[in-house]
């Protein structure tokens, strides 16, 4: 098994599989959901699941041969039962035990693989989850990261200039209700990371600061607040986060709270 804590410069080497539950995942974020996958390793598995010849995932038949996604077929053998999350749950188990994997992207906002989600951890697999916003928080916890879709789609766009999924350009009046509705970000949990894992100094790397938090919080990303990087994040609060160039041969960025004893630039 690999690592979970393995080095990130090393991604690209992890290869990993790709689930996908046609049923709880629009279409619409295949290009975002591939593009956020590569920066976590190599897609070597990619399956998405459903009943084809239902016409509710005519969209997904129009991108699966550009994006080299092998269809699964799954008929629904009782009316209101979901067949497709057990067929997606078998084929999950038999890759953990005849594939050399790195981890399981899980793409899909239903609660019922928060048990798979968990299991695979167990293994010592890295999973992450991809689903809407409206994924109940049980799968979120369960996954070591959870990326919401609705920021694929904002990312795919160009972040600030968004597009309807009817191909309209979102208008400046809706950007800034955008902008004025976008939640808050976990500052209270953010200064506590940075007291829990500070030096003597007070301060704490960037890098090891972010791992941290997603350990707490799977589902934190810079991106729901606005904020690319998460040193964009940390600048935009200088009253709480003090943001400074490693001295000597770190030149990391590292980061500490404000206190009153904080100098403004480090010694």
């Not at 597009?163 to 400046?172: F, L, M």
Request: hydrophobic letters at 35%; proline letters at 4%.
């Amino acid at each position: 098994m690999v690592d979970k804590n393995a080095n990130p410069d090393n991604d690209s080497q992890r290869s990993l599989a790709v689930l996908i539950d046609a049923d709880n995942a629009p279409p619409a974020i295949v290009e975002g959901l591939f593009e956020e996958i590569a920066k976590y390793g190599v897609a070597s598995v990619k399956r998405i699941y459903g009943d084809w010849t239902k016409p509710n995932l005519g969209g997904w038949k129009k991108v699966l041969l550009d994006y080299s996604i092998q269809p699964v077929q799954q008929f629904a053998y009782t009316q209101g039962k979901n067949a497709t999350d057990s067929s997606l749950i078998i084929d999950a188990m038999d890759l953990l035990y005849t594939r050399q994997l790195s981890g399981f992207c899980l793409v899909s906002s239903d609660s019922d693989f928060t048990r798979l989600a968990a299991r695979l951890r167990e293994e010592g697999l890295t999973v992450y989850g991809f689903g809407e916003r409206k994924t109940p928080n049980p799968f979120v916890a369960a996954c070591d990261k959870f990326i919401y879709t609705e920021i694929l789609r904002a990312d795919h766009d160009g972040g600030g200039d968004t597009t309807h999924t009817d191909g309209k350009k979102t208008t400046d009046s809706e950007q800034k209700k955008a902008d004025t509705n976008r939640e808050a970000p976990p500052l209270k949990l953010i200064t506590r990371v940075i007291d829990d894992i500070a030096d003597e100094e007070d301060w704490v790397h960037l890098g090891a600061l972010g791992q941290n938090i997603n350990k707490r919080n799977p589902a934190f990303d810079t991106r729901l607040y606005g904020f690319k990087k998460l040193s964009d994040l940390l600048r935009a609060h200088p009253k709480q986060f003090e943001v400074d160039q490693g001295g000597g041969g770190n030149k990391a960025l590292r980061v500490r709270n404000v206190r009153k004893g904080n100098k403004s630039k480090s010694a």
